[in-house]
């Protein structure tokens, strides 16, 4: 045993463990502390986690309802819309019929009207051909003094007409 302690390794041990027992004290309880405020942290980040998470779900969920709201509104305009467009588009039939019926009895007097002019030309044009037919009777086969004599009394005529 005495060989030992003549040892310096022996020494260089015994210096080297009793410096690890001399700065182990100080040393775990930095260690100690560092490994607290390491957890600390690491908790103070979990709850700030947990915190974000929640509020993620909530917005999560809002965003839900929102959509929902916006498909529920977004499917009473079109339903809105197609009512809207079912009345157009009767209105337009309505308005089309109606015109349409304007313009048959439109086209129609225009109709009747040309027919009274078709039927008054046809008249006059049968008037203006029968006093031409008789004017040439008259003048080839009447004399001066016979022409005369009908003028005469056409004229008597008229006057007591017009009286």
Known sequence: MEQLFEDPSFWVAVAFV???AIAAKPLS???ISALDRRSGEI???LDEANALN???KELLSS????HRDAEAEIADIMARAHEQ???LKRNASRELQARLVQRR????ERIRQAESDAVNQVREAAVDLALGATASLIHTRLDDSEQARLVDEAIDELDQRLA
């Open 29 to 31: 309880s930095m260690i």
């Open 54 to 56: 929640e509020e993620a």
């Open 43 to 45: 908790a103070r980040r």
């Open 18 to 20: 009793i410096a690890v």
């Open 105 to 108: 009895q439109a086209a129609q």
């Open 63 to 66: 965003y839900r309802r929102k």
């Open 85 to 87: 467009a079912e009345i």
